[in-house]
């Protein structure tokens, strides 16, 4: 019997099927989906809702051009940072962006390194001048909540880590006392002293807690895809060419000229453009 007079017997069901294992094996075979999925925390400057309510932010605007480079397009949605990555290991996302982890290590494979970050303590001015987390002992200390920034400071025992949710509550909770110090890294701080229109005398930088690295994570059982070494290319080529510094660093949620508090603690402004200076520590004079 011809296939033209089968179609008339087997039911819409069968073909329904047939057009489902047809897109499964197209993708089994490493073609990309029509949107990859994104997932980026929402903790500004990182990820934050813009004026239209559309996904913005540092890590946005570095998926966006990634993407555009790779000839990919992405669908990216905000969450908090422990849904982002419960997402990425449980397949709901293609990608994300993480601190370099064990945890992160576990959920997804690397594509490459997307920024460093130096993580500073804040105190308020009138405080002692603290010279390193021991010295924190019996304090509450603030964070953003889901951060790494490594067994030090994660897995100390010494003082009470107060999980928030931004810089901004962060900064909020330490004027009110709630805080006795507040680590984060210095774009979340810089962002959030602009945005609380904090003064510069009413806090100081003390030191640097670490130097946290961020990567680009792909679903562990994507990583034979077809589109993967076309977006590893694209990251390789963003660092090289300076585009990573550039969004990450030369933009209006980082201050230009740095932000100086009291006694002349800073965090660090810009490298100039064109110098390749991939260094950004806070400044402690």
């Not at 400057?45 to 890590?59: K, S, T």
């Not at 003390?206 to 679903?219: E, I, M, S």
């Amino acid at each position: 019997m011809h296939l033209a007079c089968l179609s008339g017997l087997l039911s819409p069901l069968f073909w329904l099927l047939l057009a489902a294992s047809s897109m499964v094996c197209a993708e089994s075979q490493g073609q990309a989906p029509a949107r990859l999925q994104l997932a980026t925390a929402s903790v500004a400057p990182w990820g934050l809702v813009g004026e239209q309510g559309e996904p913005a932010g540092l890590l946005v605007q570095f998926q966006r051009e990634l993407a555009a480079r790779a000839g990919l397009a992405v669908q990216n949605k905000l969450a908090p940072y422990p849904r982002v990555i419960h997402d990425l290991a449980s397949g709901k996302v293609d990608l994300a962006v993480m601190f370099v982890s064990p945890q992160a290590q576990q959920v997804g494979r690397s594509l490459g390194q997307v920024v460093d970050m130096s993580v500073v303590a804040l105190v308020p001015a009138a405080a002692p001048d603290y010279g390193a987390l021991e010295d924190f002992k019996g304090l509450r200390v603030g964070y953003v909540r889901g951060s790494k920034y490594g067994p030090a400071f994660d897995n100390n025992p010494d003082f009470e880590r107060v999980g928030v949710l931004s810089a901004s509550q962060g900064l909020l909770m330490l004027s009110k006392g709630r805080l006795d110090a507040l680590v984060a890294t210095e774009q979340a701080l810089a962002y959030g002293l602009i945005q609380e229109s904090v003064g510069e005398g009413a806090y100081k930088v003390v030191f640097q807690v670490a130097k946290a690295r961020a990567d680009l994570y792909v679903n562990r059982l994507r990583m034979l895809d077809g589109w993967v070494p076309s977006l590893r290319r694209a990251l390789a080529d963003m660092r090289a060419d300076g585009s990573l510094r550039r969004v990450f660093y030369d933009h209006t949620l980082w201050p230009a000229s740095g932000v100086c508090l009291a006694n002349n603690h800073c965090l660090a402004a810009p490298a100039p453009a064109g110098t390749g200076d991939k260094t950004h520590q806070a400044i402690v004079k």
